[in-house]
């Protein structure tokens, strides 16, 4: 049996909890914070509680399938499928709702888009196919080496996936309608990045969405947390909150445990969950190139470039409670400008927010009539800002939601403002306080530079015993994708180990 210690109780730091712990191995979690969970919490005022981060579940099958291997039972999770899965309303007046089934949605897209419901089938026709290939070679296959990543068949498969291409790009080529484009490529929102910078490889996002639905976790996505950690007390497994890791230690090329509270602790093995840029905080600056000359690097072989990261998006969230509910709503509505685009050429290029920019309205108590008291609603907005926490957020908030409160109002929530009955709102500015990089909301940003064997990996350094999982670490943001890294991140630690 070895002995793991996990620096961060979020999503990934939980799954791999969960995996190692079903391997026999003794696990101890070190999370800063007074709860578990991470990004993926709730937020609660009296009768009223909601997601306070991620909301919408893709890839159920992966979710699933990470749980079962760490054990836990079939049906552990109560998913709920949105269909439709989501309604997105045009500027011009137009909506297009999102459903199940691929000549059901070429029909509804050829109601509002006459003529440009086959681009929808050739799109989803081409990536059927290549989708299987892309999972299989990026989402679970890690990198340590380049040649790995730029291998023939890789570099064949990425040509294909049009990851020389922004997503915005790749997807253009199906479609006529500019709206459409917005429609298949704001999936890029998911994990902070923009349509017209993040590569073409993510076209897998909108396909995934099309393919195999759009979920919620019935009573929200902050159940998932509180599951994790009661399966892992029962286990054995220590959790420490509010205990801060303050440094690693690193021993002759190999991590050998943390130092908490300026107490020493020993492990054969480290796996940190934070924000994966803060990590090199916490390691001997001796491991560094650019440091003074004659630093010894404890014995790793060569010295460890200092990274510099690009944060994804920052958000603007509201949090609201309500008197009524909307009974011709959808769980997941997005709300676009005159041109998504600009919008956000606005946002990522210049740093500026729209004065009406574009949001995104979660409404769980349309198909979960638990979320809200009986007659009520709970609802979630999210506006894409910049990721700077150093605007005057205390200024620019306030009238922010009020705009798109208002706009929300005329376009798909009548009555809102009156029926409001609780309001919160957080930004970039109290993201960077609860320590996410950059005051960004989705860890690093999904560019091409970012990307891949570019990103930082499960091992992250060529340091024995020490492991990396979390939204900056490969394969990337999204809670199924953040598990199959710490999943990855697992199946390293224990090849190790033999």
């Known amino acids: 049996m070895s002995r793991v210690a996990i620096v961060g109780g979020g999503i990934g730091g939980l799954t791999a909890a969960l995996l190692l712990s079903r391997q026999g191995q003794q696990v101890v979690i070190y999370e800063r914070a007074d709860r578990v969970g991470g990004r993926v ?96 070679s990026f989402l679970e296959q890690t990198f340590s080496r380049r040649r790995q990543f730029f291998s023939p068949a890789n570099l064949r498969l990425m040509s294909r996936l049009r990851a020389y291409r922004s997503l915005r790009s790749a997807v253009g080529s199906y479609f006529r309608s500019e709206e459409l484009r917005d429609a298949f490529s704001l999936q890029s929102l998911y994990i902070g990045g923009a349509p017209f910078r993040t590569p073409g490889i993510y076209t897998m996002l909108p396909y995934a969405e099309s393919a195999f639905g759009i979920w919620m976790l019935k009573g929200g996505y902050g159940e998932l947390p509180r599951i994790l950690s009661r399966e892992l007390l029962s286990r054995g497994v220590e959790i420490h909150t509010g205990t801060e890791v303050e440094g690693l230690t690193v021993e002759d090329g190999r991590c050998t445990g943390i130092t908490a509270g300026g107490v020493r602790h020993s492990y054969d093995a480290v796996l940190y969950n934070g924000e994966f840029p803060q990590l090199e905080e916490l390691l001997p600056a001796g491991l560094f190139t650019g440091n003074t000359a004659g630093q010894r690097s404890s014995g790793t072989a060569g010295r460890i470039k200092r990274g510099r990261y690009q944060p994804s998006s920052g958000c603007v969230l509201i949090y609201a409670g309500t008197d009524r509910r909307w009974p011709e709503s959808e769980t997941h509505q997005f709300f676009l400008p005159d041109s998504l685009n600009d919008n956000l050429r606005e ?152």
């Open 347 to 498: 946002l990522f290029d210049q740093g500026r927010i729209s004065q009406l920019p574009s949001y995104y309205v979660f409404n769980p108590a349309a198909l979960d009539d638990t979320a809200a008291p009986p007659g009520q609603s709970v609802l979630y907005f999210l506006i894409p800002v910049p990721a700077d926490p150093e605007l005057d957020w205390e200024s620019i908030a306030g009238p922010l939601a009020e705009r798109v409160l208002d706009d929300a109002e005329q376009r798909g929530f009548p009555g809102l403002k009156a029926s409001l009955r609780w309001k919160k709102i957080r930004t970039p500015g109290d993201a960077h306080k609860d320590g996410l990089y950059g005051g960004g909301s989705f860890g690093i940003a999904p560019v091409l530079s970012q990307l891949g064997v570019f990103r930082p990996q499960p091992r992250p350094y060529p340091i024995k015993g020490l492991y990396a999982a979390g939204a900056s670490v490969h394969p990337g943001g999204g809670v199924p994708i953040v598990m199959q890294g710490a999943r990855m991140a697992v199946h390293e630690l224990m090849k190790e180990m033999k």
């Open 41 to 136: 919490a709730f937020e609660e005022e009296g009768p009223y509680r909601i997601d306070q981060g991620p909301t919408i579940v893709l890839l159920p099958e992966m979710l699933n399938g990470i749980l079962e291997e760490g054990g836990l039972p079939p049906g552990s999770l109560e998913l709920l499928r949105c269909d439709p899965l989501c309604r997105i309303h045009f500027r011009s007046g137009r909506v297009l709702t999102k459903v199940a089934g691929l000549e059901e949605q070429a029909a509804e897209i050829d109601r509002e888009f006459p003529g440009e419901g086959n681009g929808f089938l050739r799109f989803m026709g081409d990536m059927a196919g290549l989708f299987p290939r892309g999972k299989a």
